[in-house]
């Protein structure tokens, strides 16, 4: 059965203008590639209402977003930069890991959200790095309120996701995994934030072996995963930890993102898969990424 991908038209209408690195073309290459692919099957969901996003984010922050995005966008944030048809964005890229989580929780295979803007940066109610929502804690939570209790969130973005960490640490039925550059933004991830024992974090220096990268995250993975196995896994799939990023100075290849989600299938054998995209700023090295993770689930 061919890998579902979920996608929708606007994430690549978001445009945070030129020269800023989470370009429109990170999305285009990685669809261009998937039509070729036979085991891929591209799919477009219907975009998000609003109540799932008021599980994480305030009313008024969203109000904003729209608000902002209406009056044809600006600066949210430093390099958060909104355009005319992000609030289109931030409802489609929603509504696309929604209807993947849904997808896999169904038990007809497991999943992909090919969107953008990513999302592991915003806070409650302030965007930043780029994210203006919360996708996979968004995700987490609609699945919470279809009865399943328990979520695994492993991010391998080079960069730490802040804003997942500070939306889930009080919660011990969401544990969150995460291998990113230390020290490099957003300067937030170091090993001693446990939260209430639900966080995982491995910060790590730049330009080590990719093996050294890909065996200490498997670590936490399974530090996380001994004695509590979860309803749901969600990988916080960014590709900026590849050798060459330019946003990064991690060394890790596709074959590595294939690697690890061919292990967290062993490992998890009955736990449905949801990636959802974040970072990786070469848009052709991102997609190949991308294709390596979409075999390891198919």
């Not at 073309?25 to 590639?33: K, T, V």
């Not at 070729?36 to 599980?55: C, F, H, M, R, S």
């Not at 007809?108 to 999302?119: E, M, N, Q, V």
């Amino acid at each position: 059965m061919p890998l579902a991908v979920f996608t929708h038209p606007s994430c690549l209408l978001h445009d945070p203008g030129p020269n800023h690195p989470e370009t429109p073309s990170r999305l285009q290459a990685i669809l261009a590639q998937l039509r070729q692919d036979p085991t891929a099957n591209l799919v477009e969901a219907p975009p998000a209402t609003l109540d799932p996003l008021l599980a994480v984010h305030p009313r008024a922050y969203l109000a904003t977003l729209e608000a902002m995005s209406a009056r044809g966008g600006g600066a949210l944030f430093l390099d958060t930069i909104l355009s005319r048809d992000s609030w289109a964005a931030v409802l489609g890229a929603t509504g696309a890991v929604l209807a993947a989580v849904d997808h896999a929780l169904g038990g007809r295979s497991h999943g992909f959200a090919a969107i953008r803007p990513p999302g592991h940066h915003a806070l409650a109610a302030r965007g930043m790095g780029f994210c203006l929502v919360n996708n996979v804690v968004v995700a987490a939570r609609h699945a919470q309120r279809t009865g399943r209790k328990r979520v695994l969130i492993v991010d391998w973005d080079v960069h730490h996701g802040n804003g997942t960490q500070a939306l889930v640490e009080t919660d011990s039925t969401i544990r969150y995994v995460s291998l990113h550059q230390h020290p490099w933004y957003p300067g937030t991830g170091a090993a001693e934030e446990r939260g209430v024992g639900n966080i995982f974090n491995v910060p790590r220096g730049p330009d080590k072996p990719p093996e050294l990268y890909v065996g200490d995250l498997w670590s936490a993975i399974v530090a996380a995963t001994t004695n509590w196995t979860p309803d749901l896994l969600l990988i916080s799939a960014g590709f900026d930890a590849m050798a060459g990023d330019p946003l990064g100075g991690f060394t890790l290849e596709p074959q590595h993102y294939f690697d690890l989600t061919t292990r967290l299938r062993e490992r998890l054998p009955a736990v449905p898969i949801v990636g959802s995209l974040e970072g990786g700023y070469i848009p052709e090295r991102l997609a190949q990424g991308v294709a390596a993770h979409l075999r390891g689930l198919a």
